[in-house]
């Protein structure tokens, strides 16, 4: 094992010239114990872009460094001061500095690893004699070192994975208090990892709900590169797509990018408006101060809504001096109260009363531009006298809870440890001497208990907790005053929020879409080379109805579009009504022919015998005054609802009335001319045939008869039956 801790460090690489720099990385935290609990917090800033291969910390942090240091150092004090924790057992704590980069972190790391794998004999002659000595004067000298049995941190989810993956092959296990990327779930491959925060897929779930909600359907997406970027804007991706939420454009960036970068980002960024005005930033604290710095600079105040995830929260570190590019955003920030007691221990601290973080005086200087006359760690770059309390711009850390409750976590799986493995006993037994960093993962997975803001801690099989998020909104509360405030809150029942503390009313509420709406009766039409969300929209012919929303399709024959344009409804049958004007005119029309031909009729049959009857074919007659009756009654069989029998009456009173009339009109012509034809004769030698009145009805008869049989066979061959006739429009190029 200690071959490959010699691996280990040669593939971390050798020490850099650099002495100063290696002593600042060297500065531990140590609070002597029973059991030693290893922590990493991010007490400097990360490298600058331009000293990342010197791997140089930069400024001192307060929330994410300073404050998280003291919480442990006091929360170890009330743990060890509760008798029902760890019973005669005392905690103790080494602490380093991750500086929020993989490189110093892992560097810790093997330094954590080396305390397990060197005895105290060894660790005597490395030192020089019975003390280990800090390469800074005020930092704690450490007797005996005792290894660590489990790490706290670090923050970065990035630096997380690196940690672990050197962790695990020691079988020391890991909680998170802010890692929350979702390769960490993966048992197969950080088994010893856990935390207290939820995975980074509760988060950008939480980010899409928020788009989704103000029909934000066009969005640009940036991230901080690393792994908790990565993953986050991976998910968020993945989600919008299955809402139908276009991504504008894509981009990521170190949080330690030069100006150039920033400048190049909000270009690209810029290239999108006014369409994409939304940006959906999975980044760290770091990289939105950036943009928020490169947006003052181009001067894009107001151009852009940041929806920013929880390495931006509700912290004013981010937002100090650039807060009208800031306003307006939305950000998602871990569930958790602040913690009353740390403020009341943290405020009290001094230079002078505080010295057991080595730390603290730089941070002290360097907070208040002040210069410590005398103090052995006395900063030259200040000559101000140093203020006398914290009090001033104080803001306690946002994830503070989260911090002491992975402390709490790990108190609790060594007490729940001691009491299955030592029954009875008080203290350490032989059991746990040395503690198995399995075991002990196994009592970690199973712990549950009650967190400092209230909350029930607990870790699912993946080694998570349950995610519960606040939503904040950083927006203008009075002249030149911006500030946080909760506007609402998500958990797996979904997204709650007060419009109304965001936008003044509905119209205020931004745009962030490629194209419009269609009107009705246009469907959307994709330009080449766009994505989903950017379309024109196109007009259906008249003809045509909505099939979808990219899509005309044409009415069958006989229906037409509804007037909403989504459907067909069949055409209504045109057809003459007795109501219509045309109609009533023909029936008064057939009324008054028919009411004039039984009048003939009637004067026929009345004068019968007469000889002006006689003498003009009387039956002829009859035959001609029923055709007209026949041909006058059609009338109402034309205007009658169509129906297969008013087919067949249309039909065979059309064809039989004329034929009924014109066959005895030809019949009487051919007798008359046949009478005057033999008139004209001197000598009438023979009478001319088939003039008697049976013979002219007979001959009338064949005439109608031959007709009807026409009349009979079309039936036969083309049988009346109710069809519509449809007119349809013509349309322009058609």
Known sequence: MLWLLVAVSIWVGPEQSDSAQSNERRVVAHIPGDIIIGALFSVHHQPPADKVHERKCGAVREQYGIQRVEAMMHTLDRINADPLILPNITLGCEIRDSCWHSAVALEQSIEFIRDSLVSSDEAEEWGGGSTMKCADPSATPMRGKKPIVGLIGPGSSSVAIQVQNLLQLFNIPQIAYSATSMDLSDKSLYKYFMRVVPSDAQQARAMVDIVKRYNWSYVSAIHTEGNYGESGMEAFKDMAAKEGICIAHSGKIWSNAGQQSFDRLLERLRAHLPKARVVACFCEGMTVRNILMAMRRQGLVGDFLLIGSDGWADRYDVTDGYVKEAAGGITIKLQSADVKWFDEYYLKLRPENNHRNPWFTEFWQHRFHCRLKG??????????????????QYAQDTKMGFVINAIYSM???????????????QGLCDAMRPIDGAT?????????FTGVSGEGI????????PGRYEIMNFKKMGKDYYDYINVGSWDNSGLKIDDDEIWPNKESIIKSVCS???DKGQIKVIRKGEVSCCWTCTPCKENEFVFDEYTCRACDLGSWPTDDLTGCDPIPVEYLRWGDPEPIAAVVFACLGLMATFFVTAVFIR?????VVKSSSRELCYIILAGICLGYLCTFSLIAKPHVIHCYLQRLGIGLSPAMSYSALVTKTNRIARILAGSKKKICTKKPRFMSACAQLIIAFLLILLQLGIIVALFLMEPPEV???RILPLYPGS
């Open 375 to 392: 103090h052995p760690q006395e900063s030259n770059k200040y000559n101000r006298t140093c203020s006398k309390s914290l009090r001033q």
């Open 411 to 425: 108190a609790y799986g060594l007490h729940n440890m001691q009491r299955a493995l030592c029954p009875g006993y």
């Open 440 to 448: 002990l993962l196994d009592f970690l997975m199973k712990t549950n």
């Open 458 to 465: 607990l870790f699912d099989v993946n080694g998570d907790s």
């Open 516 to 518: 419009e709406p269609c």
């Open 607 to 611: 004068f019968r015998d007469t000889p």
């Open 723 to 725: 069809s519509c006739v």
